[in-house]
């Protein structure tokens, strides 16, 4: 593989036209290796996530059949004119066949027909609708449980994935330049009765964490993101003891750190990132232990991203960074992962933390967050989102982690 630096080309924040197109005739061919494997002549594709990345297709409705010389799309007449426009712009070698939900059975029955075993996706098919298609239109067809056929070639991105990641990154980091303000003096101080959709009251708008969240993820919107990756994080003060605090009408008062975690959405794929910000002129009142708790969780992130590169186990990124928070003293703190695959989910693998048996590898994006979280006074988390190369890793989030 080429090295991963060259390939990284963010384009247009509105305009995936500029970007490098994704090679999704080639994740077919991987994947029919990979049934081969199974001695699956046939693979029925019902997660929506997975459908996309073989397809480019983005409805809420539809399943792929691939079969040995061809894949068909079965959805719909709510996408009878969007799934041919989907599949042309990716690039898909991909049939659509467009037939109400009642009809789908016999399409689906025809597709398989000769076919002896048909792969179904073990993590995303229920006993129940198993049972069913047993019952009416598999009958006669054994149905064989596979697992992470997709999201193992998933993990490992091509070049139009990582120049929409980037981008992703880019608006993210953007959005929050574009807000930041609000936390300076003169839109927060130490009272507000505001609790309106924009956070607004004397404190000016954003100077609640769900006012700011709103900001946050208004300009992402406006910067080109089709949605936020997540439902954003924003937990001021002692809430920040709360790994996945929900943004709330508490006022962000001066002195507060602000643990801010987010992303945005581009064309399918996303970005995640974590910052802390002192409200204000800075800590102010603060207690000083919070201002170590930063400095602690800086130098663990640090070590993460240090640590990460190809042929590393992700468990030994875990491990660099839980290293630092227990020499501190603070072990009992950090109670979640270090990190996780990042793609066309927020959550995905590798993964990153102490029992992971992942390996990473070039091409794969993951997170590096530690976190420190102690209750009553508050928190601290940083976090990247990063590209594994041959040499390291390359940061695509790229907001100063001082606060």
Not at 58 to 77: C, E, K, M, P
Not at 377 to 402: F, H, M, N, W, Y
Request: with cysteine; hydrophobic share 40%; net charge negative.
């Amino acid at each position: 593989m080429t090295e991963v630096n060259a390939r990284i080309t963010p384009g247009p924040a509105a305009a995936t036209g500029h970007l490098p197109a994704m090679d999704v005739p080639g994740r077919l061919r991987r994947l029919r290796t990979a049934m081969s494997e199974q001695g699956c002549e046939a693979l029925l594709i019902s997660n929506l996530v997975n459908v996309r990345y073989l397809s480019g297709f983005s409805g809420s409705a539809g399943v792929l059949v691939v079969r040995a010389d061809d894949v068909v799309l079965v959805t719909d007449g709510r996408y009878g004119t969007q799934a041919p426009a989907e599949l042309e712009a990716a690039g898909a070698p991909v049939e659509v066949e467009v037939t109400p939900a009642s009809g789908q059975g016999e399409v689906l029955a025809r597709l398989v027909g000769g076919a002896h075993r048909l792969g179904l996706e073990a993590e995303h098919i229920s006993w129940g609708r198993q049972r069913q298609f047993a019952r009416t239109w598999a009958g006669g067809v054994e149905l064989v449980a596979t697992e992470g056929l997709v999201e193992g070639l998933r993990q490992r991105k091509d070049a139009g994935e990582l120049a929409r990641i980037a981008t992703a990154a880019r608006i993210a980091d953007q959005a929050l330049e574009s807000v930041r303000g609000l936390l300076d003096t003169k839109s927060t101080g130490t009272k507000s009765t505001g609790t309106g959709s924009s956070g607004s009251g004397s404190t000016g708008s954003g100077s609640t964490e769900a006012g700011l969240a709103l900001a946050l993820d208004t300009e992402m919107r406006r910067l080109g993101a089709s949605a936020p990756a997540f439902e954003t994080i924003v937990a001021a003060g002692p809430n920040g003891a709360e790994p996945h605090h929900h943004p709330s009408s508490r006022p962000i008062e001066r002195g507060d750190l602000v643990v801010v975690d987010f992303g945005a959405r581009f064309d399918g794929y996303c970005s995640d990132m974590t910052r802390c910000l002192w409200a204000g002129d800075g800590p102010g009142r603060a207690p000083a232990r919070l201002a170590t708790v930063l400095s602690v969780v800086l130098a663990a992130q640090e070590a993460g991203v240090g640590a990460v590169g190809d042929g590393v186990p992700a468990a030994d990124v875990d491990r660099a960074c839980r290293r630092v928070v227990e020499e501190a003293g603070m072990g009992e703190y950090f109670v979640h992962s270090t990190g996780h695959g990042v793609g066309l989910d927020i959550h995905e693998a590798p993964w990153a933390r102490a029992a992971s048996g992942d390996i990473l590898c070039s091409g794969q994006v993951v997170t590096v967050e530690p976190g420190v979280y102690i209750p009553g006074l508050g928190g601290a988390r940083i976090e990247d989102t990063v590209v594994v190369t041959g040499s390291g890793c390359e940061v695509l989030t790229l907001t100063p982690k001082q606060a």
